[in-house]
Every structure is written in structure tokens, then in C-alpha cells.
């Protein structure tokens, strides 16, 4: 229900951006979030969006240089991601949850559906 695409073979410095098309889903009433796991490493959240695209969230690690966004007419969340370093070199999921669900974003059981991932890869 959740498809990514985007992800590839960057320099250090370069620019990425990610899409995650959602299926059967009333995307409306999802938070949809993006997560990211690197080999050997537990997965860990990157960012998130309401419904709204009112309110967003990122980890300390991406701040001020990762943007998500969504377009509800689409179905889709997109991650821009810019000024890219080797330690973003991860497998980059997206996800959904009901936007009435209370945890903290970062929780990764919390979230509900997961797209298959697409990998990034940061060459220095």
C-alpha cells in the first residue's frame, strides 16, 4: 500500500529527493512519516507530516537539511533531501499511521503500514 521511490548513488554535498505513493488508504487520515535503516542498525525515525501538512517533524540528525511534504490529491509524501553525508547512507522507508494515534513519532511500532524501502547511498 505504500511504494518508494527515489533513492540512489549520491556524492557527499548532493541532493536526493524521495516519493512514497499510497494505495487503499484513506490518505487524508494518515501522519505519513519516513524512517531510514542503515546495516547493522536499529531503524530509526527521520521524519514526519499530519495530514494537514501543518505541522512536521525531523530527527536532530536531519534538521535543516531534509523537507517532507505530502500532496493529498496525489497521495504521496516526498522527503527532499539536501547537503547529504555518508552517515545518511541508509535503506529509506516510508510509513503511515491513523493521525489519532498519540505516540511519539519516533516510535516505530506506532506506525502502521511501511513501504518497501529504497536504498541511498552517500559516496564521500
Known amino acids: 500500500q505504500l511504494q518508494a521511490f527515489g533513492g540512489g548513488l549520491v556524492q557527499v554535498g548532493g541532493s536526493l529527493g524521495l516519493s512514497c505513493a499510497a494505495s487503499?488508504?484513506?490518505?487524508?487520515?494518515?501522519?505519513m512519516g519516513w524512517f531510514r535503516q542503515a546495516p547493522g542498525k536499529e531503524r530509526e525515525f527521520v521524519s514526519s507530516i499530519t495530514w494537514s501538512g501543518s505541522s512536521t517533524w525531523y530527527a536532530d540528525s536531519v534538521k535543516g537539511r531534509v523537507t517532507i511534504s505530502r500532496d493529498n490529491s496525489k497521495e504521496t509524501v516526498f522527503l527532499q533531501m539536501n547537503s547529504l553525508k555518508p552517515e545518511d547512507t541508509a535503506v529509506y522507508y516510508c510509513?503511515?499511521?491513523?493521525?489519532?494515534?498519540?505516540?511519539?513519532?519516533?516510535?516505530?511500532?506506532?506506525?502502521?503500514?511501511w513501504g518497501q524501502g529504497t536504498q541511498v547511498t552517500v559516496s564521500s
Open positions: 510509513a503511515a499511521r491513523n493521525r489519532l494515534i498519540s505516540a511519539t513519532m519516533t516510535s516505530v511500532p506506532s506506525w502502521t503500514y
Open positions: 487503499g488508504l484513506t490518505f487524508g487520515n494518515y501522519i
